[in-house]
Every structure is written in structure tokens, then in C-alpha cells.
């Protein structure tokens, strides 16, 4: 959700009018989409939410790892949404947006009710690419020693000496993760389809 919630503000700062909003959101995409994630997350992870919460007079051990691992991954697919959102906008035809306008809306509400309607059936494919891609990559917390199914898939095999048993059923429960989540998408974009052919 909040990576949901960047990307669209990111989106809307690089399709602003604004120099200063779409060049500050321009290069914070890039920066991030130009890192591995790898690197990223040690990064955001013990450098800038530490900093961050530093200026904010808030105590760095009151912030979990769990919490540092949430907000890494959030600003990385941050960047990656706001990519997504700008694409599916800007495929809605512009007379969509002109049109809105001649009715006396404003460009905000023509956004609003015009375009992004439409733009959220174009969105739906590459954002459940990028939530699979999100799932995924949580594994990738295991490193910050964040309590998730991969870390302790690693700390029972190393305890057990049982390493096939262990990988194997975390590979199931990614698998079945990404199955149930791939079918929510498939059901929410056959929904949204079915409403654009009632309409036609």
C-alpha cells in the first residue's frame, strides 16, 4: 500500500507541469530503477531510515528491522509503480482528457474521473507484475535478519542439517503465494474487463 501510494504521488510529480516536481521526481526514479536492489535496501535500510529518523528526533532502536526491511522495499517499488501509473495514464487518448475539459471540469477532476479510470484497467497487468516482484524480493530481507519465511527457512536448516526438506517447502510457499496472488489479479482484471464490455 504504501508503494501503491508513492508511485502515484511520484507518477503525478513527473507528469506535472511543475519543472522543479517533475525533475525531483524524475530523478528519484531513475536513482532507484539504477541501483541493484541488493544494495538498495542496505542502504535505505541502515543509512537513510536511521538519518531520516535522526532529523525527526525519533530513536533509531524504536524503528524495527521488520519496519526498516517495509519501508525499503516501499520506496525501491515506489519508483517501478510511479513508471507503471505514468504508463497507463498516458495510454488513455489525450481527446479523453479534452474532452473532460470541454464539459467545464477541471484538469484535476478530469483526471479524476476521466483518465484514471481508464487508465487502472492498462494498469492492472504490469502492477501484479510488480506486486509478484514485490513478494519475491522480501526474501531478499532476510539479510537485515528480518523474521521472514526465508530467514527462518535458512535458521532451520542450519539447525536441522535438513536442507532439502527446508528449501523445498519455501519454495512451495512462495509458489502458492504467488498462484493465489497471480489468480486475485487474473480475477480482478477479468472483472474490470467484463465492466469495460458491459459498457460497449
Same mark, same amino acid.
Given at each position: 500500500?504504501? !508503494? *501503491?501510494? #508513492?508511485?502515484?504521488?511520484?507518477? =503525478?510529480? $513527473?507528469?506535472?507541469?511543475?519543472?522543479?516536481? @517533475?525533475? /525531483?521526481?524524475?530523478?528519484?526514479?531513475?536513482?532507484?530503477?539504477?541501483?541493484?536492489?541488493?544494495?538498495?535496501?542496505?542502504?535505505?535500510?541502515?543509512?537513510?531510515?536511521?538519518?531520516?529518523?535522526?532529523?525527526?528526533?525519533?530513536?533509531?532502536?524504536?524503528?524495527?528491522?521488520?519496519?526498516?526491511?517495509?519501508?525499503?522495499?516501499?520506496?525501491?517499488?515506489?519508483?517501478?509503480?510511479?513508471?507503471?501509473?505514468?504508463?497507463?495514464?498516458?495510454?488513455?487518448?489525450?481527446?479523453?482528457?479534452?474532452?473532460?475539459? !470541454? *464539459?467545464? #471540469?477541471?484538469?484535476?477532476?478530469? =483526471?479524476? $474521473?476521466?483518465?484514471?479510470?481508464?487508465?487502472? @484497467?492498462? /494498469?492492472?497487468?504490469?502492477?501484479?507484475?510488480?506486486?509478484?516482484?514485490?513478494?519475491?524480493?522480501?526474501?531478499?530481507?532476510?539479510?537485515?535478519?528480518?523474521?521472514?519465511?526465508?530467514?527462518?527457512?535458512?535458521?532451520?536448516?542450519?539447525?536441522?542439517?535438513?536442507?532439502?526438506?527446508?528449501?523445498?517447502?519455501?519454495?512451495?510457499?512462495?509458489?502458492?503465494?504467488?498462484?493465489?496472488?497471480?489468480?486475485?489479479?487474473?480475477?480482478?482484471?477479468?472483472?474490470?474487463?467484463?465492466?469495460?464490455?458491459?459498457?460497449?
Amino acid at each position: 500500500m504504501i !508503494s *501503491l501510494v #508513492l508511485g502515484l504521488v511520484l507518477a =503525478l510529480g $513527473r507528469m506535472s507541469r511543475n519543472i522543479v516536481s @517533475r525533475n /525531483v521526481a524524475r530523478t528519484y526514479i531513475e536513482f532507484v530503477r539504477g541501483v541493484p536492489i541488493l544494495p538498495l535496501i542496505f542502504f535505505l535500510a541502515l543509512v537513510v531510515v536511521p538519518d531520516v529518523a535522526s532529523w525527526l528526533g525519533i530513536d533509531n532502536r524504536n524503528i524495527s528491522t521488520e519496519w526498516r526491511g517495509v519501508i525499503a522495499l516501499a520506496v525501491i517499488y515506489g519508483a517501478y509503480i510511479a513508471e507503471v501509473f505514468r504508463g497507463g495514464v498516458q495510454s488513455v487518448p489525450h481527446g479523453q482528457t479534452e474532452a473532460g475539459l !470541454s *464539459l467545464g #471540469l477541471s484538469r484535476r477532476a478530469t =483526471l479524476r $474521473r476521466v483518465v484514471f479510470p481508464q487508465a487502472l @484497467r492498462a /494498469v492492472i497487468p504490469p502492477l501484479g507484475n510488480d506486486f509478484i516482484a514485490i513478494l519475491k524480493d522480501s526474501s531478499l530481507l532476510s539479510v537485515l535478519a528480518v523474521g521472514e519465511v526465508t530467514l527462518r527457512a535458512r535458521q532451520y536448516a542450519a539447525g536441522s542439517f535438513r536442507f532439502r526438506e527446508s528449501y523445498v517447502v519455501l519454495v512451495f510457499i512462495y509458489v502458492s503465494l504467488v498462484l493465489m496472488l497471480s489468480f486475485a489479479l487474473d480475477r480482478l482484471e477479468r472483472r474490470l474487463n467484463r465492466g469495460r464490455q458491459s459498457h460497449a
